[in-house]
């Protein structure tokens, strides 16, 4: 299925880093709880992502990452995730997550 470019133009992705995350043991299927900054026009928001099989809390804290910010926040259980965070899956069905090669600004456009 194609799309046209104006329908592009509607999806919001901007880099965001990762502020605080914790683990969500209420979600269905394993997942963490993100807080990611994208700067002073969004500020913080938060995300559910099911990234456990490659990544830990900790080591997320100040990681670049790449979210779609205008979807309708979205209840899982107890939490409401705000923004979807972007990944590729790998051979295994895994989430790998996507982030930028180089320093740019939280809240930068993805385009």
């Known amino acids: ?14 880099v965001g ?9 209420e ?6 709880r993100l807080w990611i900054d ?7 928001k938060r995300s559910s992502a099911q ?12 990681r670049r990452v790449v ?4 979807f309708s926040p979205k209840q899982i259980g107890p939490f409401v995730s705000e923004v979807l965070v972007l990944g590729a899956y790998n051979a295994a069905g895994e989430v790998i ?10 809240g930068s456009k993805i385009g």
């Open 1 to 14: 299925m194609t799309i046209s470019w104006q329908d592009f133009e509607k999806v919001d992705m901007r």
């Open 97 to 106: 997550l996507l982030n930028p090669d180089q320093p740019v600004a939280p």
């Open 38 to 44: 994208f700067g002073p026009e969004l500020g913080v």
């Open 51 to 62: 990234i456990t099989a490659h990544y830990r809390p900790a080591e997320l804290i100040g």
């Open 17 to 25: 880093v990762v502020t605080d995350a914790k683990d969500f043991p």
């Open 27 to 32: 979600a269905r299927r394993p997942a963490l």
């Open 67 to 70: 979210a779609v910010v205008n």
